[in-house]
């Protein structure tokens, strides 16, 4: 069987590192170790858009080491960078972190191979598809909310629940010994992810690797399996996959792509945090749960109004191939640049009052170029509608069943991934 071969492209001659002297660049002075990560970790938000008031939409931050990266904020920015018409800022480049555990997925591809492979996945994600996936996922949901009483760590649970729906509506993985030995390793990689990359036994970069070496022999060991199965599990789709010339995907294409799509479902819990935090905000708001009950199309403007609150994915990174100019500034070639969408949506200017939880907001279309949680351009969410029919099919079962009200305060650690600092339990109540 002929397969799908490689496109070169522009990005494979960027240099393993970006460019470290930014210095000539505006922005905040760093500590020589810390940079500017104390005012940055905290919660970026506040610490960019006040920077954006000083330095102008374009400047530099210092992370460890004060080594400097781009942060780009406004309307051009989202524009410019997230559109890409001109094929120069690599997704490659910018995930590279990600790069080193899961190989060539769709997010760690660039330009003409990223759109051939974004084809070959576009219809794991066509509505039969996703149907499908609606019925396989509705037991795990139905045993999961079941499961919901008193007192809950939503995040604990709920990022139980997207690893479960991944596992089976992914992998094709039915319950029993292999989707609880996949677990632990999926957890372990997704923890580690965003450590410290040391190579040495006992950190959990090494941890993090053993994992993910673990799970891409299981892939492999199932990927036989799956090319002359006949299951409706995405895995089984990309493993079937055909072009136009009759070609399918080699096989280490589609070991990184399900390795991938297990992280991206994720986003590092990305899914879970969404649906942890609109549960945690409903508990806040009980005239919303009740109005829920009356107008459950409404949901999705709950979703929105938490994904703005607390966007998962907090920064969308790149690295620019040729010099460019942005908001008046020159940027060197291989620059790491960031477009935080965080600060974007608690900018005054974009959002009224931006601190206050009212999805009414969402009656009327965002101003343009200041919402992107799912993303833009080329790179944009390939599972966003499956993320919302997840949060979907989860908020129906419950919403109704359950009465919610808020136990722990909302603590929020925002770097390098959102998530809560401590528990954060709400209260379970049966209606
Ligand atoms: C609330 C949940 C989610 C949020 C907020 C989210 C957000 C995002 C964002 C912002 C990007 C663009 C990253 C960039 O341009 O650098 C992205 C890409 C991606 N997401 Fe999601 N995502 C979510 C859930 C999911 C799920 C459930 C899946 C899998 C079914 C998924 C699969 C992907 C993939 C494969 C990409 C890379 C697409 C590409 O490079 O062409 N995401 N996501």
């Given at each position: 069987m002929k397969t799908i071969p490689r496109i070169p492209v522009a990005s494979d001659d960027l240099p393993a590192k970006p460019t470290r002297s930014l210095d000539h660049l505006p922005g905040p002075r760093g500590h020589w170790l810390k940079g500017n990560l104390e005012s940055l970790l905290p919660n970026p938000g506040?610490?960019?858009?006040?920077?954006?008031?000083?330095?102008?939409?374009?400047?530099?931050?210092?992370?460890?080491?004060?080594?400097?990266?781009?942060?780009?904020?406004?309307?051009?920015?989202?524009?410019?960078?997230?559109?890409?018409?001109?094929?120069?800022?690599?997704?490659?480049?910018?995930?590279?972190?990600?790069?080193?555990?899961?190989?060539r997925n769709i997010l760690t591809r660039d330009f003409e191979d990223h759109r051939q492979h974004r084809q070959a996945m576009t219809g794991l994600f066509k509505r039969d598809a996703l149907a499908r996936y609606e019925e396989m996922m509705q037991p795990i949901i139905d045993d999961a909310v079941d499961r919901l009483d008193g007192s809950v760590d939503v995040y604990v649970e709920m990022k139980r629940l997207a690893l479960e729906i991944a596992i089976e509506v992914f992998a094709g993985v039915a319950p029993g010994p292999t989707a609880d030995a996949i677990y632990p390793d999926l957890v372990q990689v997704l923890d580690s992810v965003l450590a410290p990359h040391i190579r040495l036994p006992g950190t959990r970069h090494?941890?993090?690797?053993?994992?993910?070496?673990?799970?891409?022999?299981?892939?492999?060991?199932?990927?036989?399996?799956?090319?002359?199965?006949?299951?409706?599990?995405?895995?089984?789709?990309?493993?079937?996959?055909?072009?136009?010339?009759?070609?399918?995907?080699?096989?280490?294409?589609?070991?990184?792509?399900?390795?991938?799509?297990?992280?991206?479902?994720?986003?590092?819990?990305?899914?879970?945090?969404?649906?942890?935090?609109?549960?945690?905000?409903?508990?806040?708001?009980?005239e919303w749960q009740q109005r829920l009950i009356e107008e459950p199309e409404k949901i999705d403007w709950i979703l929105f109004e938490t994904l703005r609150l607390y966007s998962p994915v907090q920064f969308v990174p790149r690295r620019n191939i040729n010099a460019f100019g942005a908001d008046g500034i020159e940027l060197p070639p291989n620059a790491h640049v960031l477009l935080p969408m965080q600060a974007s949506h608690m900018n005054p200017a974009c959002f009224t009052e931006p601190k206050t939880f009212d999805p009414e907001r969402f009656a009327h279309p965002p101003k343009p170029h200041t919402f992107y949680p799912f993303g833009r351009g080329?790179?944009?969410?390939?599972?966003?509608?499956?993320?919302?029919?997840?949060?979907?099919?989860?908020?129906?079962?419950?919403?109704?069943?359950?009465?919610?009200?808020?136990?722990?305060?909302?603590?929020?650690?925002?770097?390098?991934?959102?998530?809560?600092?401590?528990?954060?339990?709400?209260?379970?109540?049966?209606?």
């Open positions: 506040p610490f960019l858009l006040e920077m954006q008031a000083t330095y102008g939409n374009c400047f530099t931050i210092g992370m460890i080491l004060n080594r400097r990266v781009v942060i780009w904020m406004g309307e051009t920015a989202h524009q410019v960078m997230l559109t890409d018409r001109e094929q120069n800022f690599s997704s490659r480049g910018g995930w590279d972190v990600v790069a080193a555990y899961f190989g090494w941890k993090g690797m053993s994992a993910r070496n673990r799970l891409k022999r299981r892939i492999q060991n199932l990927l036989r399996e799956r090319r002359e199965g006949d299951g409706d599990d995405l895995f089984t789709r990309l493993a079937r996959h055909r072009d136009d010339e009759g070609r399918c995907l080699a096989d280490e294409d589609v070991v990184d792509h399900m390795l991938g799509m297990l992280f991206a479902a994720h986003d590092t819990t990305a899914s879970a945090m969404a649906m942890a935090m609109m549960l945690a905000l409903l508990a806040r708001h009980p080329a790179h944009m969410c390939i599972g966003m509608h499956f993320a919302t029919l997840e949060v979907r099919a989860v908020m129906t079962k419950l919403l109704g069943r359950h009465q919610l009200e808020p136990i722990d305060e909302i603590d929020l650690d925002y770097l390098p991934v959102i998530r809560p600092l401590k528990r954060l339990a709400v209260g379970f109540r049966r209606a």
